[in-house]
């Protein structure tokens, strides 16, 4: 029969080892703060979510205290590294596919992506009133908005929304074959990352506070693109 001593150095050893993080999952790190985003640099917030992203595909993610997380920033507030221009794809939540915690991100959605006064006024809020000091236009493979951009489809609103992924369509050339239709997945692919160029440029021509912050270093807009079969991320 074991002591009362060695079962309670046993009971202490399991309880131990039960609460270790798994192996290559990180600790639970600190809620951005604002002189943290105050130190941070546009490339700085660009390679943490690379990395988060890299994090992500590996699934190794960050194992986070998010009640922990909502507690701080609903008593400190918020101060975000990145602002993300996303479409509403479920694939493609920025949280998860950057892997990153409450109060980390400004998440704009919406289908293909596209920008308009509202998402711009957004974005300037987030930067020049707020202090993130990165932008990312996020698309991805496989997205509906720009098939029904390639298809030209009618139904209600949409009719309006895939109007403004059209000029990505008209500006790409015909891509494995002459089928510009979302039949075929190598067109839609090109249009899309046609189409976030064009967002990103959206975002520097239609908000002069955005532009005057950019010529002068204060903020960077930049896009990437989705692999929704793979989760990676692909930055240009």
């Known amino acids: 029969m074991m002591s009362t001593a060695s079962v309670l150095f ?36 660009l390679q943490v979510l690379k990395d988060g992203n890299a994090r992500f595909v590996s699934g190794n993610t960050v194992k986070r205290d998010l009640p922990a997380q909502v ?62 000091k990165l932008i990312v236009i996020l698309g991805h493979t496989h997205c509906g908005g720009v098939k029904g951009a390639c298809d030209a489809v009618e139904l209600g609103n949409l009719t309006q929304l895939v109007g403004k992924i059209r000029p990505a369509v008209n500006m790409t050339p015909d891509v494995h074959g002459s089928d510009r239709s979302s039949k075929n997945h190598h067109f839609v692919d090109e249009v899309a990352e046609n189409n976030v160029k064009l967002q990103v440029k959206a975002v520097l021509d239609k908000s002069p506070v955005l532009r005057d912050m950019a010529q002068k270093g204060q903020i960077k807009v930049v896009g990437a693109m989705l692999d929704v079969e793979t989760g990676k991320i692909r930055f240009f």
């Open 71 to 132: 507690k701080a920033t609903g008593h400190d507030g918020q101060f975000p590294l990145a602002s993300i221009v996303s479409c509403i794809d479920s694939r493609s939540a920025p949280s998860q596919v950057f892997d990153q915690g409450v109060g980390d991100l400004f998440v704009a959605s919406v289908a293909g992506n596209v920008v308009n006064e509202d998402i711009l006024g957004s974005l300037e809020y987030a930067s020049k009133v707020a202090g993130t």
């Open 10 to 45: 046993l009971s202490l050893t399991l309880f131990a080892c039960a609460h270790q993080p798994s192996v290559g999952i990180a600790a639970d790190p600190a809620v951005m703060t604002k002189a943290k985003q105050n130190q941070m640099t546009a490339d700085q917030a």
